[in-house]
């Protein structure tokens, strides 16, 4: 499956546009692209799921350029309340795995 | 409608004993995962059931065991807990097999499970 490299920890300020970068040079060609959000004590949930070029929904958007090696998850406007952590990872066709990395901790400061 | 709900949300046990924990899924879901996440670690995979039926295991040693119910519900079971089985197991569920690639998973909020 892809293995992902995403920053450990990001920094931001309600009110800001949040660019949190993957990259995944061994993607595969039946990998999708998954973004999961994790607060203390919960679960994981899922954010937005894309292939390629650009995927959004109501909270989020995913870029991922044509050679599919890197996406970035884009959060308009932050707020306190999307301090979390964020997961990258492949999801591919015929695994039921689901790889998770460290993600990234991101703090959203008023 | 209800989520993906565990039980218990808490247990401490000791070493050697066993432990059973309990996931029901989302209604009308029929494939469920099971997850492990140590604390400052993502969730690592240890099983995924659909339709009653092992369809992946990760990288766990035999005392860990799984299995589903005719109403999808899953148990996961470990047996002499050591200290390091000390976590929060998660469980996940989706609509159908989760070997599709682009298959959602809905978690629930885990079981932490500390091991003295």
């Known amino acids: 499956l892809a293995k992902t490299t995403q920053p450990i920890s990001m920094d931001s300020y309600e009110g800001q546009e949040v660019n949190i970068t993957c990259s995944h040079n061994?993607?595969?060609?039946?990998?999708?692209i998954t973004w999961y959000q994790q607060f203390p004590s919960q679960g994981p949930r899922f954010i937005i799921q894309g292939y390629k070029t650009k995927v959004t929904n109501e909270v989020a958007s995913l870029f991922i350029p044509a050679d599919r090696k890197s996406s970035t998850l884009s959060l308009p406007r932050v707020s306190l309340s999307d301090t979390a952590v964020y997961y990258c990872l492949g999801a591919r066709l015929g695994y039921s795995t689901l790889t998770f990395g460290k993600g990234t901790m991101l703090l959203v400061s008023p | 409608d209800a989520g993906v709900t565990q039980s218990p949300t808490h247990l401490i046990k000791t070493r050697g004993q066993h432990v059973t924990l309990r996931c029901s899924p989302i209604s009308g879901h029929k494939s469920v995962s099971w997850y492990q996440q140590v604390l400052g670690q993502g969730p690592q995979f240890i099983f995924q059931?659909?339709?009653?039926?092992?369809?992946g295991r990760g990288n766990f040693p035999d005392r860990f065991s799984a299995r589903q119910f005719p109403n999808y519900s899953s148990e996961l079971n470990v047996n002499a807990l050591l200290l390091g089985d000390s976590a929060l197991y998660l469980c996940a569920s989706s609509l159908d097999w989760a070997g599709q690639g682009n298959e959602k998973l809905f978690f629930g909020s885990g079981t932490q499970l500390s091991v003295l």
């Open positions: 059931y659909y339709e009653k039926e092992e369809r």
């Open positions: 061994n993607i595969a060609t039946n990998d999708y």
